[in-house]
């Protein structure tokens, strides 16, 4: 087990990363109050809820769990709703517990429900998606969707740890894991190029769900992303160019209506345009956005974008919430490894961008 | 003028205190992104809003104006959805700012919609009842209810600055300017006897509305409440003394089903419980409860409960946001000006004391 600390001061806590740890009783045991919700999802429940329960009584804790549906749909008002109304069944005090059991959706929705349910209690990811690992568990951000837009009503709201098993991942669909995969590619691309050059020959392990290449492509991303929250809690500086693809990959998912395309699939087309776009800028050599465009392809990830009217990408861009004073700032890439924020890119330059990744 | 300033590192504000503050443009500017948004309710927003609003636009803002339903009932999820709704269309970013112009349940929502908007936007209060002068400005609480309890819903977010116009409160009807009093009296029973000395022979200037009897009862609530919360913003320890006879007044508001009896009416009959308890329980001189009850009555206020069951009174109580483990934490008396909380109070002294008040 490797375990990293994510440094916020008193908001600070633990990441554990290894396999099997799910079960490990005294690193969630220094967490729990009297009462422990597990919030999970109807297709995670049936795999790893009965054993964490057990895991979590055996520490002297009251276990009620919750389980909403599956997928985006969950990270809506309603289902909040229910949550908070089986948290104040259980009776939930505010030296509660919330416990985070599955995907990135599940994280975001139990992490607001934690972050609003009695003006905030604590809660603990156990993130059962390479995609949660990698990036949803570490930074706070928690969220529900509204119909005008994605994460419209959120929170920062740190976890007082984090638990991630990567044996979990065994059970993942492989286009989840691809998803997952374009995550940690954007971390080695937007930051760090030496672990970018590590992930192109280790990208068959990885698909091939090989424990100690997870374990270190999981330990990496968040050490690379835990670095820069901390200097960055509140995403006014540094943490925007971990949206690195996450502009144009908005887009692509509003206007497809949030859900054929999954999360991580719209970041690696989004993250092909940023990389075009800084190429066209001149800022990148051509042949890194090559690299990176052959990385994502190798990942059995999609590197164009759908057919979306070019108005459309426009208005769907401006929502983004990097947006400010109603300019749109990308996150462009100086060099492998190199991302940075900038507000005045000429439009027709996004237009050509556009139109290369849709021909 | 007087200002105060709330201390809480960075999340540190001023409050601004007189007369005829709403239209003085300099102490709304520096919170103003390029775009803001009033929220306001249907009783407010006549008297108030478009003078409000000609002094924004004089800042060079793009103002939106929503306004609610008045009432307790604008806490709920369908409005504060209505009010991001209209944030959403209004293209407010994160750099903009939320002025809540109106009472508690104003202050509440707008805050709490402050806080969950994009994860979390500036907000500036400019409170028009007495009661959110002198207590729902200072504190960063902020919430919407839930059918199973008030304020279940919420977050800590401080504002970016007060405006308390106590001209405005000239439009205040009768009933809730003595409701507003019972908390201006709780923090001289709870934190301040010489304030309670202050309080006895200016109860009827406070009644008619002097304008510098008002200016010293809110200023000096405000710094007794931002001393507390400076010390301890997430209402860990000290901050619960403010809850004098909460425990026993929101069981009231619930059993009469939050409308019937105003806030401030409840924690003053509340008030008059927890002070015989700390009576009964030998913690308090007689005559202290009897100087606390002849006060609110000269103020207007109730001093006696409704007819609830007992049963129910102990079952609503243990709701309490302050019970911890399923115990009932009471704040009690130790003398005039000095409250505590206590947690292992006998329950049949608790019940003679729901016998006493409901007689």
Not at 95 to 112: I, P, S, W
Not at 124 to 129: E, L
Not at 284 to 299: N, T
């Amino acid at each position: 087990m490797e375990t990293l600390r994510v440094a916020l001061g008193a908001r600070s806590y633990p990441i554990h990363i290894g396999a099997d740890l799910l079960a490990r009783a005294e690193l969630y045991a220094p967490h729990l109050g009297p009462s422990v919700a597990i919030v999970t999802n109807d297709v995670v429940a049936p795999l790893y809820a009965a054993r964490l329960r057990g895991v979590l009584e055996r520490s002297g804790a009251r276990v009620a769990e919750i389980v909403v549906e599956d997928g985006e749909r969950a990270k809506s008002w309603p289902t909040l709703d229910r949550v908070i109304d089986a948290l104040l069944a259980a009776r939930l005090g505010r030296d509660g517990t919330l416990v985070a059991l599955g995907g990135g959706v599940v994280g975001d929705l139990a992490g607001f429900a934690a972050a609003v349910y009695q003006r905030g209690v604590r809660f603990v990811q156990v993130p059962t998606t390479l995609l949660a690992q990698v990036d949803s568990s570490v930074g706070g951000k928690t969220a529900i969707n509204h119909a005008r837009g994605k994460n419209m009503i959120g929170a920062f709201h740190q976890p007082v740890a984090v638990v991630s098993d990567v044996a979990t991942l065994d059970t993942l669909p492989e286009r989840e894991l691809r998803a997952g995969l374009a995550e940690v590619i954007k971390h080695g691309v937007a930051l760090d190029a030496s672990f970018f050059d590590w992930l192109e020959p280790n990208i068959e392990p990885l698909l091939a769900r090989d424990r100690a290449a997870l374990v270190h492509a999981v330990r990496r991303s968040c050490e690379l992303k835990a670095a820069i929250v901390a200097e960055d809690e509140r995403e006014s500086g540094r943490r925007a160019l971990l949206n690195l693809g996450h502009t144009f990959g908005h887009a692509i998912e509003a206007a497809t209506g949030f859900g054929p395309w999954l999360h991580g699939e719209a970041v690696a087309a989004g993250m092909v345009m940023a990389a075009e776009l800084s190429a066209r800028l001149g800022l990148l050599p051509r042949a890194d956005a090559a690299r990176i465009a052959s990385l994502l392809a190798r990942a059995g990830l999609p590197t164009r974008a759908p057919a979306i009217a070019g108005s459309q990408w426009h208005s769907l861009m401006a929502l983004d919430k990097k947006s400010a004073a109603g300019r749109v700032r990308f996150v462009l890439l100086e060099a492998m490894g190199r991302a940075k924020v900038q507000a005045d890119v000429d439009a027709s330059v996004v237009d050509e961008v556009i139109a290369a990744a849709t021909a």
